[in-house]
């Protein structure tokens, strides 16, 4: 059963830490993307991949986020530092993706939940 | 960026009951989406609906886009505690989801 592995499923830290999130997309899967989910926004999308290349971070804050994709099995969100405001629960979807993916479907990881104390 | 707007926020119902949550915009889709999203889960998409004026049925789940393709419905019979969730219909048509706010559906048994 080919599913979209996210980890840790709970981080809290401190202000002013560092901190990783990885994601495992389906295998085969080219399109990668992060989202971040709270009560007062909603789910937001920060970033997204196509066969590893960054196409669209205008999500992100530039300053103290960073996404990657290492190779074809990871990939990662990183927030340095990190402030309360970043609270929240950020998913990884992966899919397969084409210049115009109107109906593709994103599988959905189960999350990670980050408290920034 | 196209605002989809999503009502009730929040919908608590008894078992059994008939409800309808709403999806609508000022702007012209290609196709929407609805997802649901389970406590503790990420979202799940139940359908992707093209053609204006279409409906879609997924079991007790109805789902309606607007003749105009500016709107959508998803009406559910029947309502069991299974369905508890976050129901949120999705813009799919620039590669990226952008999604409503949502709609939290509670059946109560």
């Known amino acids: 059963d080919a599913r979209v592995t996210q980890t840790p499923r709970h981080k809290v830290t401190e202000m002013g830490q560092e901190v990783t999130m990885r994601c495992q997309p389906i295998?085969?899967?080219?399109?990668v993307f992060w989202y971040r989910q709270t009560m007062m926004q909603g789910l937001e999308l920060l970033a997204y991949?196509?066969?590893?290349?960054?196409?669209?971070d205008s999500g992100m804050p530039k300053d103290r986020f960073s996404a990657e994709m290492p190779d074809a099995t990871l990939a990662t969100l990183k927030i340095q530092p990190s402030e309360p405001r970043d609270s929240a629960v950020y998913f990884c979807a992966s899919g397969l993706g084409s210049s115009f993916s109107s109906y593709n479907e994103q599988f959905f990881g189960p999350g990670t939940r980050l408290t920034v104390l | 960026t196209q605002l989809l707007e999503q009502s009730p926020q929040f919908l608590s119902i008894q078992e059994g009951e008939n409800l309808t949550v709403y999806c609508n915009s000022s702007?012209?889709?290609?196709?929407l989406q609805w997802y649901r999203q389970e406590p503790g889960e990420g979202p799940v998409l139940l359908v992707t609906?093209?053609?204006?004026?279409e409906v879609k049925k997924l079991k007790r789940l109805t789902f309606q886009f607007g003749d105009a393709r500016k709107d959508s419905s998803l009406h559910i019979t029947a309502a069991q505690p299974g369905d508890t969730g976050l129901y949120l219909c999705?813009?799919?048509?620039?590669?990226?989801?952008?999604f409503g706010q949502g709609t939290t559906l509670q059946v109560k048994p």
């Open positions: 999705a813009d799919p048509n620039t590669g990226k989801l952008i």
């Open positions: 295998l085969g899967h080219n399109t």
């Open positions: 609906v093209v053609t204006g004026g």
């Open positions: 702007s012209v889709f290609s196709s």
């Open positions: 991949f196509r066969n590893r290349a960054p196409l669209d």
